[in-house]
């Protein structure tokens, strides 16, 4: 059974860091394109960064270039989001997801689905 299992969320203040982390069983991350996506209060789900089976990552929101880090750990098949400089409009459930689509932003074009973690920043 393929399961992904996001950790890590928790209350933060504007400026500070977190970082989230994704476990995968059942699935070989490198053998997938794996993806962080986000959903705020009234906002769609929305693709934050990627990273593909070659290892090349993509950011995919402005908003977050120089300040979110994606990575993978091929001994752990764990996937990570690490999270600086951290802010209001941050604040969502952050999902981690898989594909064999490549990376893409379009949220239908992946299988595999974690339940999330909730992040938040307070105003």
């Known amino acids: 059974q393929t399961q992904l299992s996001e950790s890590g969320g928790e209350w933060r203040q504007a400026g500070e860091s977190l970082r989230l982390t994704c476990t995968a069983s059942?699935?070989?991350?490198?053998?997938?394109?794996m993806a962080w996506f986000r959903q705020g209060s009234g906002r769609g789900r929305e693709a934050v960064a990627c990273v593909r089976r070659s290892g090349q990552t993509k950011t995919f929101l402005e908003s977050v270039e120089g300040r979110f880090t994606i990575s993978r750990d091929g001994e752990k098949n764990t996937l990570y989001l690490q999270m600086t400089n951290l802010d209001s409009d941050d604040t969502a459930m952050y999902y981690c997801?898989?594909?064999?689509?490549?990376?893409?932003?379009?949220?239908?074009?992946?299988?595999?689905w974690g339940q999330g973690t909730q992040v938040i920043v307070p105003l």
């Open positions: 997801a898989g594909t064999t689509l490549g990376c893409s932003s379009r949220f239908e074009n992946y299988r595999y």
């Open positions: 059942g699935l070989n991350m490198f053998d997938y394109d």
